[in-house]
């Protein structure tokens, strides 16, 4: 573990409003890309209507069209450059702050080791239970999970885990993950978020650049989307 390399530890709402801002620049970026499309069906409808009543062989009037035609929209595509890299690299900040956060958020054990420091009922509880053998400790455990005592389930866990694993009445992890931590929880939610808006944003350029879409991306964004909790942290920019 390199300590000096660790990032800012964020709360639940500070990770939340990151994946708010990238879904706000992806509603930016769609918008964008749809008013650039505009653009371009506008000049290709101004063009063949233009070449429709010019008075030459119906053959030069294909080839003129289709010649101007391209032109058009590869002066578009130029001019929208530097817009849509901008939207990408306001993107990619927040999304790596977003990312930063795994380390943190990596394990409901690990949010549960720190949701009670500095609370003197989890110290109290330490003190009472640090004689009990593994009947009292698992019973604790049921208790702490049934009436959502996180202080107490904090305390367990440092217990739990200074015991041999043969010991354990329930492993640290088992107890943390039945905790069902909203902090924990939300933030998979959002880090879901902010992955499938930013997968979103490149997808979207992408196609754009390219004049056609990949099936194959539209399945992946499908599905990152249909992974997102909505239940735990609300609706998106759809």
Do not use: C
């Amino acid at each position: 573990m390199n300590l000096n390399q660790v990032s800012p530890l964020l709360s639940p709402q500070q990770i939340g409003e990151l994946a708010s801002n990238l879904d706000a620049i992806h509603t930016r970026a769609i918008k964008a890309i749809q008013r650039l499309q505009s653009d371009i069906d506008a000049r290709k409808a101004e063009i063949a209507n233009r070449w429709k009543s010019a008075g030459i062989d119906a053959a030069d009037k294909a080839r003129f069209a289709q010649s101007e035609t391209v032109a058009a929209v590869r002066q578009i595509k130029d001019n929208s450059a530097k817009e849509l890299d901008k939207l990408l690299k306001d993107a990619g900040a927040p999304h790596a702050q977003l990312v930063s956060q795994r380390e943190f958020y990596s394990s409901p054990a690990k949010v549960l080791a720190r949701a009670a420091l500095g609370d003197p009922k989890r110290t109290e509880y330490l003190h009472q239970l640090a004689y009990a053998g593994p009947a009292e400790l698992g019973h604790m455990a049921q208790v702490a999970v049934a009436t959502q005592n996180i202080p107490l389930a904090s305390a367990l866990l440092s217990l739990l885990d200074r015991m041999p694993s043969k010991d354990r009445p329930v492993g640290p992890a088992e107890l943390a993950a039945a905790m069902k931590l909203d902090d924990y929880l939300k933030v998979q939610e959002y880090i879901k978020l902010g992955d499938a808006r930013l997968q979103g944003i490149l997808v979207a350029i992408r196609t754009w650049n390219q004049g056609k879409s990949n099936p194959l991306n539209t399945v992946q964004l499908a599905l990152r989307e249909q992974a997102i909790d909505r239940g735990l942290i609300g609706g998106g920019d759809e």
